[in-house]
């Protein structure tokens, strides 16, 4: 077949060890170029030889000769003669087995054959050639080889390669709807590669993430506190070496105080706004859990009566089955005990009957449902009251103690009645624990205000802020069996910072918010900046790798950059330095953006590929709906991809602020390996530069071995000691 490998040869196929035999000899007996010869060279050559010549290889030249022989009479009788059975559907493949027939320039022919019953004639065609086969009266043995048969034939084929060709070019079209969307992603990932800054990009991101989300939270009903709790997880309060980067709720804190002219240099003055604010926070998260307590309880009721009817109409099902069971041919009605159990497992309830109730199931069923539709029903609401009051004990992170099964004889105005009075006395007395008679809080802040003794900076306030939600509580681990202290929440300034946003514009909050982000991403910037500055700070322009000069050279000024050849980074003017750190810190989170941005494409794009052969194979189901599908899959296809892009989008947003790179060598930037250094210095330095090496590498050995003779034997290394110099650390400080 073709563009497999194999090839009708006319005669059958020669061994190789034959045609060696045959050269060989050819070659002994005076042919010197017997491996160039022609097979019909050889044939000749071996005739015009004695037959005491063949020797030993006498049945390998017969063989060789009736090879030949056989050969010539299949040419003769015309060659190879293929015959085929119908005609395929595609010219190609009817093409494909007629050269079977003449391979290589041998002579060769075909035909085939063809029935009125083939799926080809059948389909097109095969009827007008039946119909003309009657009119004319022909015997339906007799074969029919003309001219309009072939065309038809042709036609046909025409015809079907042309539908096989829509349907590849519709096929085509949905793999396009793809194509364009991974060449924009694609395109994307290459340009976060190679491009120098991402800066630009991810505050685009963060631009439109916050403009989206701002305007949405102000028109929520319950108010804007999913955005202040956004803002606070995508950017909480950073603690980098002493300085407290505060986050968007803190900061709006921070403002409401300045307003109301809180005074840091009196204590008094401290402690009394911060226990106005805790109390005012502790009352806005007491509206927001009595409200939510409200949605819970109206969340719970409309899902028992569902369940109720639920179980109603099961009941009446199961009921009216027993009334009109016959049993089958050869086995008995069911027993009472397989009923109740059957019932049981409907119900998904613990039922309990006795067995005079088990057996009036057969005998008078309507009695045993109205026993059991009551016990149903109390039931359901003592398993909703359950989740109820379990949901309750978690967000409080105390037991209400409200008794279940004394709810559950009660209305449900008296139950709602009863789970808000309780709820509200018990968030009382956490007021009151913290701000009120207890004053937890304001003995906490009168310890921490007098070791400040004064001194109260704007740090020291944000830190108050940070520390008054957290507490402490001891608790049994069951594990361990032992008393362990953890760490709860207290209060949460979620709701309270939430009421300070209300009313106000949207874009002015959204410009606010952006604002905010922006000085906090500046300010991480800059102490990127200033660790790398450290570490750069003594290194020359000739020590640096090619990006990092890059940067410097894009915010340094041509005299500044040529200084630096001489002099160490150290060196440069104050303003020139800082925009060195600048420019350092602002390479140091386009590497942090790089990973970033790339693990979220390649996690949400794989998943993006899954959801896409999902909707490939579904959408065929659109034609039962008089819906194209292509049509509809563009569509879905559409909304799939902004959705990507979206979650995309929303995935750089919320950890732009908190990522942590899991290569962190990537952040080492700035000085050339060691190698590359090596291989710029030229020979003569090279030598030089080993010679020194030596020498300190000796002197080191000898200060070693100095420092070996005086200590003493008994001398112990102290614990800390394993902080070792290495050598390359102490020819460092040599040469410095």
Request: with cysteine; hydrophobic share 40%.
């Amino acid at each position: 077949m073709a563009g497999r490998g194999v090839d009708i040869k006319l005669g059958g196929e020669l061994p190789e060890e034959i045609i060696a035999e045959v050269n060989r000899i050819l070659h002994r007996a005076g042919y010197a170029d017997s491996y160039d010869m022609t097979m019909e060279q050889r044939r000749q050559a071996l005739l015009q030889m004695d037959h005491a010549e063949y020797g030993i290889y006498e049945s390998q030249v017969q063989a060789f000769l009736k090879f030949m022989d056989d050969m010539e009479r299949v040419k003769s009788l015309g060659g190879l003669h293929v015959i085929g059975s119908e005609r395929h559907e595609a010219r190609r493949i009817d093409n494909q087995l007629r050269g079977r027939a003449a391979r290589q320039g041998d002579p060769g022919s075909s035909r085939f054959y063809l029935s009125m019953q083939d799926e080809l004639m059948r389909l097109f065609g095969g009827q007008q050639a039946e119909a003309l086969m009657q009119r004319l009266r022909i015997d339906d043995a007799l074969p029919l080889e003309v001219g309009l048969v072939g065309r038809l034939v042709e036609q046909s084929q025409t015809r079907v390669e042309g539908a096989n060709f829509d349907v590849r070019k519709h096929l085509l079209e949905y793999d396009d709807v793809l194509n364009t969307q991974r060449q924009r992603i694609y395109s994307q990932r290459d340009l976060i590669f190679t491009k120098d800054d991402l800066s630009e990009d991810v505050s685009e991101m963060l631009r439109a993430e916050v403009l989206r989300r701002v305007p949405e939270a102000l028109k929520d009903p319950e108010g804007p506190w999913r955005l202040i709790a956004w803002l606070d997880q995508i950017q909480p309060t950073h603690d980098l070496g002493g300085a407290l980067i505060p986050s968007y709720m803190i900061q709006l804190l921070l403002e409401y105080l300045k307003e109301q002219s809180i005074d840091l240099s009196s204590p008094a003055s401290v402690r009394a706004q911060l226990i106005a604010l805790a109390r005012q926070a502790l009352e806005a998260e007491q509206e927001h859990l009595l409200a939510s307590t409200r949605n819970l309880l109206d969340h719970t009721r409309s899902r028992m009566e569902d369940m109720v009817q639920e179980i109603r109409d099961a009941l009446d099902t199961f009921f009216a089955s027993l009334e009109d069971e016959q049993p089958e041919e050869g086995t008995a009605l069911r027993s009472p005990r397989e009923l109740a159990e059957e019932l049981a497992g409907l119900t998904r309830l613990p039922l309990r009957l006795t067995p005079e109730q088990q057996r009036l199931l057969r005998s008078d069923p309507d009695q045993v449902r109205q026993l059991i539709q009551p016990q149903v029903e109390a039931a359901i609401r003592q398993q909703a009251l359950t989740r109820l009051v379990g949901a309750i004990e978690r967000r409080m992170e105390e037991s209400p103690g409200l008794d279940v099964v004394q709810l559950a004889r009660q209305e449900w105005d008296e139950i709602e009645q009863q789970v808000l009075t309780t709820v509200n006395r018990l968030f009382n007395r956490r007021i009151d624990r913290l701000v009120g008679e207890g004053d937890q809080l304001g003995k906490e802040l009168d310890i921490v205000l007098a070791r400040l003794n004064g001194n109260m900076r704007a740090e020291h306030l944000t830190s108050l802020l940070l520390m008054m939600p957290l507490g402490s509580r001891t608790t049994f681990d069951k594990k361990t069996h032992r008393r362990v202290s953890q760490q709860t929440a207290r209060l949460t300034y979620t709701y309270f910072a939430g009421h300070l946003l209300e009313g106000r514009d949207p874009e002015q909050a959204a410009e606010d918010v952006l604002a905010h982000l922006e000085r906090t991403r500046s300010i991480l910037q800059t102490l990127h900046g200033m660790s790398a500055w450290q570490r750069l700070s003594s290194a020359r322009w000739s020590d640096l790798d090619e990006p990092t000069r890059k940067s410097l050279q894009a915010a340094l000024s041509e005299d500044a950059c040529r200084n630096l050849e001489t002099t160490p980074l150290h060196s440069l003017p104050p303003d020139e330095a800082q925009q060195a750190i600048q420019a350092l810190g602002r390479r140091a989170l386009t590497e942090i953006y790089r990973q970033l941005l790339l693990g979220v494409i390649t996690e949400l794009w794989v998943d993006y590929l899954t959801q896409m052969e999902a909707l490939r194979v579904s959408i065929g189901l659109e034609a039962y709906g008089q819906r194209d599908p292509l049509v509809q899959y563009k569509s879905r296809a559409s909304e799939l991809f902004q959705n990507l892009l979206r979650d995309m989008r929303l995935g750089v947003v919320s950890r732009m602020f908190t990522y942590r790179p899991r290569d962190l060598e990537a952040l080492q930037f700035g000085l050339k390996p060691e190698q590359e250094i090596a291989a710029e210095l030229s020979p003569a330095a090279a030598s030089e530069q080993k010679q020194v090496e030596a020498s300190i590498d000796a002197g080191d050995d000898a200060e070693e071995a100095e420092l070996a003779e005086e200590t003493p034997a008994e001398t112990v290394a102290p614990s800390g000691a394993g902080q070792t110099i290495s050598r390359s650390q102490k020819r460092r400080r040599r040469r410095r």
